[in-house]
Structure formats: structure tokens, C-alpha cells
């Protein structure tokens, strides 16, 4: 009877890998820097004043709608590697992630400058009240609670030290986050929703891309040992 081999783990990488893996040490960077340039863009735009008549909501919508869209863009490599067979996607999937956490917590930061957080008029009571009773600042809120632990466990040990299993469950409150993010910017906008529709319907599409593709594992057949 023949058996199939398998490669263990710990193995070390072929050489021609090791090769590609080298070539693409820039794309993690790249896109850090790419990322941040949106940045850039607001803080020049507030030194000349192209912000427009009320900076604040200018700055808290843009950090929003780019925490929505890092996190989409995150959520996007897995199925852009399923179907492509391209090994890149994986690669700048944690770097996205960050990012989305960094915009996330600059928003809560603006939201916070404009309750008076920097300028002496900051009530802690009145931010709790916020989020209890207006539903779109609770599910904001939730959004960037549910980031923390994966931000807190995208660096290199935590799989290690939390175990595959229970590191996997925990990154999948990425996909209750971009949900919360997406109803979030609904009902924040209050007049033209043709921008959240938008943002819901890709993220729709790309949940429900995971959702097939793990059901087609579901039922592929085991493969046969031949005698």
C-alpha cells in the first residue's frame, strides 16, 4: 500500500520561496506608506484651509469612511487569493488591518475633539450618554472595541501564544466590525445613502464570498489512498 507524504511544518522553505518572499519585502511598507498618505492630504489640506466651513465633521467623515475601506480592503485578500492563486494578498492583509485600526481610533479621537475632549469642555459622562442612547455613535462604538484585540494580536507571537485555533476565532470579529462599520456610515449619513450602499453592498459580496468558499470545502471529497 502507498502513503502520501506530507510536508511538515516546521520545513524549511524551498529556495525558490525564499526567492519571492524576498522580492516582495517591499509591498508590506508600500502599503503602510500608501495608507497613510490620506493623512498627509488632511493635515495639508487643514494648514491651508481647504477643509471647508466645519473642519471637524470634514476630518471625522474622511478618517471614517477610510477606516470602512482599509477594513473592506482587508477582508478582500483572502478571496482575491482563492480565486487569483496569487500569494501577495496574504502578505499585505495584516498591514491593511492595522491601518484600519490606526483611521478607527483617529475617528474616535475626532469625535472625542469635538465633544470638547482637548479644550476643557470634555464631560466623560456626556461620551457614555452618547453612546448608550444614539444607536449609530453605539454601533460606532462597538466597531472600534471590536478592533482592539485584533490590533493587539496581528504582531508576530500571538498565534504562538494563543494557539491557531483560538487566534483564528478571535480575528473573526473583523467581520462584526465591517459590519457595524458599514450600518455605522448608514445612518450617519443622513440625506444621499448612494456612498454607504456602496460600501454595503461590497462587503456583502465579499462576506459572501467567504461564506461559499467554505462551504465548497465543506463538501469537496477527501482525497483516496491507492493500494
Keep these: 500500500m502507498t502513503e502520501i507524504k506530507q510536508t511538515t511544518k516546521n520545513a524549511a522553505p524551498k529556495p525558490a520561496a525564499r526567492k519571492a518572499a524576498g522580492k516582495l519585502g517591499w509591498l508590506g511598507p508600500a502599503v503602510v506608506v500608501g495608507g497613510l498618505l490620506p493623512v498627509a492630504v488632511l493635515v495639508l489640506d487643514g494648514y491651508s484651509g481647504a477643509l471647508g466651513a466645519n473642519p471637524v465633521q470634514r476630518v471625522e467623515l474622511q478618517t471614517g469612511v477610510l477606516t470602512l475601506a482599509t477594513l473592506g480592503l482587508s ?27 490606526l483611521y478607527a481610533a483617529l475617528h474616535f479621537l475626532v469625535y472625542l475633539f469635538d465633544k470638547g475632549a482637548f479644550t476643557g469642555t470634555f464631560g466623560v459622562q456626556t461620551v457614555v450618554e452618547d453612546v448608550l442612547k444614539r444607536p449609530f455613535i453605539t ?89
Excluded at 75 to 85: E, M, V
Excluded at 93 to 99: M, N, S, T, V
Excluded at 178 to 197: C, F, I, N, R, S
Aim: charged share 15%; net charge positive.
Design 75 to 101: 477582508l478582500a485578500c483572502t478571496p482575491l487569493r482563492l480565486l487569483s492563486g496569487w500569494t501577495w494578498p496574504a502578505r499585505i492583509r495584516k498591514a491593511l488591518g492595522l491601518l484600519a485600526f
Design 139 to 227: 454601533v460606532g462604538f462597538l466597531a472600534l472595541l471590536s478592533l482592539i484585540p485584533l490590533a493587539l494580536t496581528s504582531f508576530r507571537g500571538s498565534v504562538k501564544r494563543l494557539g491557531f485555533a483560538r487566534w483564528t476565532a478571535l480575528h473573526r470579529l473583523a467581520y462584526l466590525a465591517v459590519v457595524l462599520g458599514a450600518v455605522h456610515y448608514w445612518w450617519g449619513v443622513k440625506k444621499d445613502h448612494t456612498e454607504p450602499l456602496i460600501y454595503a453592498v461590497v462587503i456583502g459580496v465579499l462576506l459572501l464570498a467567504r461564506v461559499v468558499w467554505k462551504g465548497k470545502r465543506k463538501v469537496m471529497p477527501s482525497p483516496t489512498i491507492s493500494s
